[in-house]
Nanobody, 115 residues
Framework: HVRLVESGGGEVQDGGSLTLSCAAS????????DGWYRQAPGKQRELVAS???????TSADSVKGRFTISGDNARLTVWLQMTNLKPEDTAVYYC?????????WGQGTQVTVSS
């Protein structure tokens, strides 16, 4: 069984910064932590940023130039560095991982940006 543990959420003011971390534990053979999603109240979960199998990062247009995703070589840990945060970034952020075709989600970490 795989567990994804997220940390780093919190409340910041408009323009502030936060870095989220996600670490996989348990039976991690073949695991790939590969992305961050977020879900705001009343909205669907959306992809924020991801890392491809060959290590290339991509991000949603709404966060380009402000958020940076990175991961360790073992693909057990993934980070999301967020700068110039805006109120519309307020959401619960979820880590995403894949292992042998099975998808895993973290428990979510709240990010609140106040104006």
């Amino acid at each position: 069984h795989v567990r994804l543990v997220e940390s780093g959420g919190g409340e910041v003011q408009d323009g502030g910064s936060l870095t989220l971390s996600c670490a996989a534990s348990g039976i991690t053979v073949g695991i790939k932590t590969d992305g961050w999603y977020r879900q705001a109240p009343g909205k669907q979960r959306e992809l924020v940023a991801s890392i491809s199998d060959d290590g290339q990062p991509t991000s949603a247009d709404s966060v380009k130039g402000r958020f940076t995703i990175s991961g360790d070589n073992a693909r057990l840990t993934v980070w999301l560095q967020m700068t110039n945060l805006k109120p519309e970034d307020t959401a619960v952020y979820y880590c995403h991982a894949v292992q042998d075709g099975r998808i895993y989600w973290g428990q979510g970490t709240q990010v609140t940006v106040s104006s």
